[in-house]
């Protein structure tokens, strides 16, 4: 048996979490830019953590400290704002993962599956580097040819739809040393019309700032958090010590993650990409502050592009005396007190639309 749909509405993309939500979306009549689907999904997050118990999953316990700049699923929470229905599961059955992803493809429903991508091509360095297999990656599934061998995908950083061979497709779905795909999927019901994009901004931005100020990423059994402004305070007071508290082979790995996650965030640990969604916000709803906002994220996406850089320099010398140098304690200590500010101007602004 086989199938490909029509699927013509594929941009190049910046992330996967909201890349592929994104050309769905117009696949179903509804026009979005990307930084506006991230925004939408409430994406903006700072998690920290040292991928160890304080990760409740063990599958996901990592032998690296995590830097990132964005939630886990985007595309959920855009779907809750808009009044889109979204179905997402997961099995260890690849017979079953297969037979129902196939189904919806028969019926013209591009599926976004959750893939180990370094096992296809090159945009993986963490594996060519140090080895690790990543799952969390999402491409679209438009197509199959069970008789060719072949499944079609659709992928972010891409122009052209992909043809790579079935049998490749169900093991990448299925293998990952670190964020193990599961062969996860899902696919989006529209509804005849979505919720108001006004009402969408407002709640997406409040619901943001709720997450950045009482995350509920926490070190069971401490009173430590390791995500939103509370994890930022906790990076800010390690990340001059990682040297001496990191291994080695950790300090590396982390490092070298930190500028992988920069880098398919278009820069500046996706506040950059956020910056972008409030001045599209300040479109719809006319709100000075928001342009504010905007501006503060663009000066933040700069101050994070530094600091990794300046992190990627020592790894690359493989001498760390920059993490104890002034000019690094300085752009850590302007990071934390916008990151605060910034919040605190959303806070302030969303409040307004719901009291």
């Not at 179903?28 to 409740?56: A, I, K, Q, R």
């Not at 700032?209 to 430590?224: C, E, N, W």
């Amino acid at each position: 048996m086989s199938k490909l749909i029509e699927f013509e509405t594929h941009r190049l993309g910046l992330n996967c979490g909201s890349a592929p939500i994104r050309d769905m979306l117009e696949y179903n009549g509804f026009m979005f830019t990307e930084p506006m689907c991230f925004g939408l999904g409430s994406g903006l997050h700072f998690v920290y953590h040292h991928g160890g118990e304080e990760v409740v999953d063990r599958q996901y316990r990592a032998p690296l400290t995590v830097i990132t700049g964005r939630t886990e699923t985007p595309f959920v929470e855009l779907c809750s704002v808009l009044g889109i229905k979204i179905t997402l599961k997961r099995t260890h059955d690849k017979e079953i993962a297969w037979k129902t992803v196939k189904e919806l493809i028969d019926r013209d429903i591009p599926v976004a599956c959750d893939i180990d991508v370094s096992k296809i091509h090159d945009t993986n360095p963490i594996a060519e580097q140090f080895g690790y297999s990543m799952g969390g990656h999402k491409a679209i599934l438009i197509g199959y040819n069970e008789e060719r061998n072949e499944a079609v995908i659709v992928e972010n950083v891409i122009e052209e739809p992909v043809t790579i061979p079935l049998d490749a497709f169900h093991m990448i779905r299925a293998s990952a040393d670190l964020y193990p795909s599961e062969n996860e999927w899902f696919y989006i019901d529209p509804p005849q019309q979505i919720q108001d994009i006004s009402v969408a901004i407002k709640m997406a931005i409040r619901k943001n700032v709720q997450l950045m100020k009482y995350p509920a990423f926490s070190l069971y059994g401490t009173d430590k958090e390791w995500s939103g402004l509370p994890g930022l305070r906790v990076w800010h007071e390690e990340i001059m010590k990682w040297p001496s508290i990191l291994d080695k082979d950790r300090l590396e790995l982390s490092i070298f993650t930190a500028f992988i996650q920069n880098s398919i965030s278009g820069g500046g640990l996706f506040r950059k990409m956020y910056a972008r969604f409030l001045r599209e916000a300040d479109d719809h709803l006319n709100e000075p502050q928001l342009v504010q906002a905007s501006n503060m994220y663009r000066k933040l996406a700069k101050k994070w592009d530094a600091l990794i850089d300046m992190m990627m320099n020592g790894y690359h010398a493989k001498e760390y005396s920059v993490f104890s140098s002034l000019e690094f304690k300085l752009l850590t200590d302007e990071i934390l007190i916008m990151e605060n500010e910034a919040i605190q101007l959303l806070d302030e602004v969303s409040k307004k639309w719901f009291s």
